[in-house]
T-cell receptor, first 114, second 110 residues
Framework: KAGVTQTPRYLIKTRGQQVTLSCSPISGHRSVSWYQQTPGQGLQFLFE???????NKGNFPGRFSGRQFSNSRSEMNVSTLELGDSALYLC?????????????FGPGTRLTVL | QQQVKQSPQSLIVQKGGISIINCAYE??????FPWYQQFPGKGPALLIA?????SEKKEGRFTISFNKSAKQFSLHIMDSQPGDSATYFC?????????FGTGTSLTVIP
């Protein structure tokens, strides 16, 4: 079974621009979560989608948004980029979306904001 | 506010030694505590996990010790190997929302 895939792997943007990141979960997985990873903060939870509905949301500003499609693929959008948005963005999928689900992570998208 | 506090930030251990990483949490609603291992350029991968109704879980060289009353849990890596050199994250979850520690960079010296 193919793992979680994320595209693109690397991205360079300038302040004020917007960006869209994509995540394809493991086949059959319905839950997709997004995380921001930075050296100082570790992994910070952004949001979780299950069956096209946002079920959980972390403590990030409204510039961060996401959606999930009927095939469980998910996209994350960041508008009006700031320098502090530079990070590794990780997507994780889970089979059932219940608590205690194993989170299977993708390799991440490295976003650099100049 | 960091929901899960992890220490130490970095750890250097001799081959064959024991690596110990500690985590603490405040929210008693957490009911699942996984540990993840991350190599450079890769996403985190589940290593071992525990539920709060048990005090210890062992899988091979990896053991989680869980102290519910102290709201602490720790990862022990026995007979540490150079291949264990990676960043380790503890996490706690409720309702499929995961909170991660800030990570421990482990280096095992041959």
């Amino acid at each position: 079974k193919a793992g979680v895939t994320q595209t693109p792997r690397y991205l360079i943007k300038t302040r004020g621009q917007q960006v869209t990141l994509s995540c394809s979960p493991i086949s059959g997985h319905r839950s997709v979560s997004w995380y921001q990873q930075t050296p100082g903060q570790g992994l910070q939870f952004l949001f979780e989608y299950f069956s096209e509905t946002q079920r959980n949301k972390g403590n990030f500003p409204g510039r961060f948004s996401g959606r999930q499609f009927s095939n469980s693929r998910s996209e994350m959008n960041v508008s009006t980029l700031e320098l502090g948005d530079s990070a590794l963005y990780l997507c994780a999928s889970g089979p059932t979306g219940t608590n205690q689900d194993t989170q299977y992570f993708g390799p991440g998208t490295r976003l650099t904001v100049l | 506010q960091q929901q899960v506090k992890q220490s130490p930030q970095s750890l250097i251990v001799q081959k064959g030694g024991i690596s110990i990483i500690n985590c603490a949490y405040e929210n008693t609603a957490f009911d699942y505590f996984p540990w993840y291992q991350q190599f450079p350029g890769k996403g985190p991968a589940l290593l071992i996990a525990i539920r709060p109704d048990v005090s210890e879980k062992k899988e091979g060289r990896f053991t989680i010790s869980f102290n519910k009353s102290a709201k602490q849990f720790s990862l022990h890596i026995m007979d540490s190997q150079p291949g264990d050199s990676a960043t380790y994250f503890c996490a706690a979850s409720r309702s499929n929302q995961f909170y991660f520690g800030t990570g421990t960079s482990l280096t095992v010296i041959p």
